[in-house]
């Protein structure tokens, strides 16, 4: 059983920047694969970034390429996603979310989800 709390959410302007946690109870937090995914308003849950176990591998979607990155620290139980470069069209709730598989990019694969946070960018 893992258990997942969100923070760091928050009001940004447009280019500013936001770094959201995401601490993990449970002693196998390390043999997880974790994501984040957002959901904005009357849209689907998207994936956004996930990070395999070790934290050797990340993947991102093309939308915040270059803009947004994924980490982890196994010690403390936490993974992190840093954001900058933020636009409006980023304004979502943002959740991670931790799976068994090696990594994922579709949210059916990840049995963990946190409540979520709310991220928003003003232009």
């Known amino acids: 059983q893992v258990q997942l709390v969100e923070s760091g959410g928050g009001l940004v302007q447009a280019g500013g920047s936001l770094r959201l946690s995401c601490a993990a109870s449970?002693?196998?937090?390390?043999?997880?694969?974790m994501g984040w995914f957002r959901q904005a308003p009357g849209k689907e849950r998207e994936f956004v970034a996930a990070?395999?176990?070790?934290?050797?591998?990340?993947y991102y979607a093309d939308s915040v390429k270059g803009r947004f990155t994924i980490s982890r620290d196994n010690a403390k139980n936490t993974v992190y996603l840093q954001m900058n470069s933020l636009k409006p069209e980023d304004t979502a709730v943002y959740y991670c979310?931790?799976?068994?598989?090696?990594?994922?990019?579709?949210?059916?694969?990840?049995?963990?989800w946190g409540q979520g946070t709310q991220v928003t960018v003003s232009s």
């Open positions: 979310a931790a799976t068994a598989f090696t990594t994922s990019t579709n949210a059916r694969e990840y049995r963990y």
């Open positions: 449970g002693r196998t937090f390390s043999s997880y694969a």
């Open positions: 990070i395999r176990w070790s934290g050797d591998s990340t």
